[in-house]
C-alpha cells in the first residue's frame, strides 16, 4: 500500500522543524541522537536514513487542520509527541536488548547503554520544554495531556515486562497494555492539534478516542509483523518477537485458548534464554496453526473500525477527515 500523501506532506512541514529543536541541544548529546533520527552515521558523518513514517506528527498536523487550524498550531504538539515517541524508542531498545532498529544497530549498540538512556532523557525534556515556551492555556493543557500520555506509556512498557514473566497471558491483558503502551501517545497525537487550535471538548474526545483505537490496531499489526515480518522491510531479525519469548497479542490469544497448541508453545516458551532458529520456527508454526495470526489481524480490523466511528458525530474538515481515514487504513494494511 501506498504511503498516504497526509503523512509524506507532514512529514515535509515537520522535519526540519525536528532538525532545528534538536540542534539546540548541548554539543554533546548530539551525536546519539543525530545517529537515531538517521541524520548522521555512527562516526558523524551527515546521512540519510528511513526513520519511520512520522506517523505521530502527522496525526497531530491533521487534527488541527480538522478543526480549521492552521498547520503551524499544530507544531508544537506535532514535535513534542515525536519526541516522546522516539525517547521511548530509544530506552525500550535497551530494555529489551534489541540491536537492530530500521536495518542498522540502535542507539545503545552504536553508542553504549549510557549514551542511549541519557539521549533519551534529553529527548523527553525537550518535548516539554517546546510546549511550555509559550504558557498560553491551550499549550499547559497540552503539556498535562502529555504528561498523562507519557505516564500511561510507560506504565505500559512496564506492564509488557510484566507480562513476559506470566505463564498464561489473556487478550484482554495484552489489550490492556497495548492500549497503555502504544494507545495514549497516539490519542494524544491525534487530538493535540486540536487542543493547541482550542477546539471544543467533544471534539478533542472524539479525536482522542480514534487515536486510542489506532493505536490498538497499529500495535495487533507490529505483533504480527514482530513474528512474521521480512526483516528486509520491518527492520529487525525475523521472528524477533518469538525470539525474545515476548507475550504478543498472537500469543496470547494461543496461550490463553488452552488445548494442544497451547501446551505445545508453553513447552517452547518455557525455557530460558532466547530462542534459537528452530524454535523460533516452531513456535510461529504453532501459532499461525492455532489461528494466533489470524485472530490478531482480526482485532486490527475491529480496531480499525472503531477508530472511524469515534470520528462519527463532530464537525470536522472534510479534506482532513478523509485523510484520518486513509492513515488509519494504511495503518493496518502497513508491511513494515
Given at each position: 500500500m501506498d504511503v498516504p500523501a497526509a503523512l509524506a506532506r507532514s512529514r515535509a512541514l515537520v522535519e526540519p522543524a525536528l532538525v532545528t529543536a534538536v540542534e539546540e541541544l548541548a554539543d554533546v548529546l548530539l551525536p546519539a541522537i543525530r545517529y537515531h533520527f538517521g541524520w548522521a552515521d555512527p562516526d558523524g558523518a551527515p546521512a540519510e536514513v528511513d526513520t519511520g513514517k512520522r506517523l505521530r506528527p502527522a496525526l497531530a498536523v491533521l487534527s488541527a487542520e480538522a478543526v480549521g487550524a492552521e498547520v503551524s498550531v499544530a507544531l508544537p504538539g506535532a514535535?513534542?509527541?515525536?519526541?516522546?515517541?522516539n525517547f521511548s524508542l530509544v530506552h525500550d531498545d535497551v530494555v529489551d536488548g534489541d540491536t537492530e532498529r530500521r536495518h542498522r544497530l540502535t542507539v545503545w549498540a552504536a553508542f553504549g547503554t549510557d549514551e542511549a538512556l541519557i539521549a533519551g532523557d534529553a529527548l523527553h525534556t525537550l518535548a516539554f520544554q517546546i510546549l511550555l515556551a509559550e504558557a498560553d492555556p491551550p499549550r499547559v493543557t497540552a503539556a498535562r495531556r502529555l504528561v498523562s500520555a507519557t505516564m500511561a506509556m510507560i506504565a505500559g512498557q512496564a506492564a509488557d515486562m510484566a507480562l513476559d514473566d506470566q505463564s498464561v497471558v489473556t487478550l484482554e491483558d495484552c489489550l490492556a497494555m497495548e492500549?497503555?503502551?502504544?494507545g495514549a501517545l497516539l490519542g494524544y497525537a491525534a487530538s493535540v492539534g486540536a487542543v493547541l487550535a482550542d477546539a471544543d471538548p467533544a471534539t478533542v474526545d472524539a479525536l482522542d478516542s480514534y487515536g486510542r483505537q489506532l493505536g490498538l490496531a497499529y500495535q495487533a499489526v507490529?505483533?504480527?509483523?514482530?513474528?512474521?515480518?521480512?526483516?528486509?522491510?520491518?527492520?529487525?531479525?525475523?521472528?524477533?518477537?518469538?525470539?525474545?519469548?515476548?507475550?504478543s497479542m498472537p500469543v496470547a490469544v494461543v496461550l490463553s485458548a488452552g488445548g494442544t497448541a497451547a501446551a505445545d508453545l508453553d513447552a517452547v516458551y518455557g525455557r530460558r534464554g532466547a530462542l534459537d532458529d528452530d524454535e523460533v520456527a516452531r513456535a510461529a508454526a504453532i501459532i499461525e496453526s492455532a489461528g494466533g495470526r489470524e485472530a490478531t489481524l482480526?482485532?486490527?480490523?475491529?480496531?480499525l473500525e472503531a477508530a472511524l466511528v469515534s470520528l462519527e458525530g463532530v464537525e470536522l474538515?472534510?479534506?482532513?477527515?478523509?485523510?484520518?481515514?486513509?492513515?488509519?487504513?494504511?495503518?493496518?494494511?502497513?508491511?513494515?
Open positions: 514535535l513534542a509527541v515525536e519526541l516522546v515517541h492500549a497503555a503502551k502504544t507490529d505483533d504480527v509483523l514482530g513474528i512474521w515480518g521480512e526483516p528486509e522491510v520491518t527492520g529487525k531479525p525475523a521472528g524477533n518477537d518469538l525470539r525474545q519469548r515476548k507475550k482480526a482485532e486490527a480490523g475491529r480496531r474538515d472534510s479534506r482532513a477527515l478523509r485523510e484520518l481515514e486513509e492513515v488509519a487504513r494504511f495503518v493496518v494494511e502497513r508491511d513494515a
